[in-house]
C-alpha cells in the first residue's frame, strides 16, 4: 500500500490505555480519512479531514480524536481504550476533495485488540 | 438509510472456474460505485469504479457490470488463479455535499488449486 505508512500493524492495550495510530502519506493529498474494518461488516468512517487544520467526524467518531497540523500526517487517537474498540483501523487518502471521481488509498491497517 | 449488501459472505472455487459477486445498494443519489479488492493483511485496493451512464467495465480478468435501474452490481472473475483469493468489497458514493462512501460487508473468495 504505496503512499500511505500506518504504525503500528500490531497492538494489545488494556482497558482504559491511551494511544496513537500514526498514518503517513508521502502524495501531499489533501483528503485523508480513519476507516474501522470489523468482521462481516463494511469498512466504517471514524474522522476525516480535507486539508490541515481541518477535521471533522465520521460515522462512528466516539472515543477517538484526530489533528490534522501537516499535511502528511493524519494520528488517530485512542482516549480511554474499550473493548469495543478492537479492529482493524484503515488511513486512507485521496488527492481531491471531491470523492466522485477519485479513489482511495489505503495503509496496510493497525491491528488493535483491548483486553 | 444508505446501505450496500453484498452476496455471497463467502465463496470457494477451484482454480480456473469462473464466479460472480453481487452488490445491491440503496443509496441515493448515486454518484459511482467501485470494486475493490483487499488482500489478507493488507488495505483495499480499487479494481473498477462505475458511474450511472456504465453498464460494463472490463479490468483484465475482472469484469463489472451495474444496473442503475434495479441498484445491482456484479463482479465476475474469469479463469480465476490463486492469487484471486481476496475478500472483494462494494463500495458506493453518493451525490451529495458530503460525497459519503457506503461499504458493503464483502464477499470472501478463496480460490483453491
Known amino acids: 500500500n504505496a503512499g500511505v505508512t500506518q504504525t503500528p500493524k500490531f497492538q494489545v492495550l488494556k482497558t482504559g490505555q491511551s494511544m496513537t495510530l500514526q498514518c503517513a502519506q508521502d502524495m501531499n493529498h489533501e483528503y485523508m480519512s480513519w476507516y474501522r474494518q470489523d468482521p462481516g461488516m463494511g469498512l466504517r468512517l471514524i474522522h476525516y479531514?480535507?486539508?490541515?487544520?481541518?477535521?471533522d467526524q465520521g460515522e462512528v467518531p466516539n472515543g477517538y480524536n484526530v489533528s490534522r497540523s501537516t499535511t502528511e500526517d493524519f494520528p488517530l487517537r485512542l482516549l480511554s481504550a474499550a473493548p469495543s474498540q478492537t479492529s482493524v483501523y484503515f488511513c486512507a487518502r485521496t488527492g481531491q476533495i471531491s470523492l466522485r471521481a477519485n479513489v482511495l488509498t489505503f495503509g496496510a491497517g493497525s491491528r488493535l485488540t483491548v483486553l | 438509510k444508505n446501505q450496500v449488501e453484498q452476496s455471497p459472505q463467502s465463496l470457494i472455487i477451484l482454480e480456473g472456474k469462473n464466479c460472480t459477486l453481487q452488490?445491491?445498494?440503496?443509496?441515493?443519489?448515486?454518484?459511482?460505485l467501485r470494486w475493490y479488492k483487499q488482500d489478507t493483511g493488507r488495505g483495499p485496493v480499487s479494481l473498477t469504479i462505475?458511474?450511472?451512464?456504465?453498464n460494463t467495465k472490463s479490468n483484465g480478468r475482472y469484469t463489472a457490470t451495474l444496473d442503475a435501474d434495479t441498484k445491482q452490481s456484479s463482479l465476475h472473475i474469469t479463469a480465476s488463479q490463486l492469487s484471486d483469493s481476496a475478500s472483494y468489497i462494494c463500495?458506493?458514493?453518493?451525490?451529495?455535499?458530503?460525497?459519503?462512501?457506503?461499504f458493503g460487508g464483502g464477499t470472501r473468495l478463496m480460490v483453491k488449486p
Open positions: 479531514s480535507v486539508g490541515a487544520g481541518i477535521t
Open positions: 452488490c445491491n445498494y440503496t443509496v441515493s443519489p448515486f454518484s459511482n
Open positions: 462505475m458511474t450511472f451512464s456504465e
Open positions: 463500495v458506493v458514493t453518493s451525490f451529495n455535499a458530503g460525497n459519503m462512501l457506503t
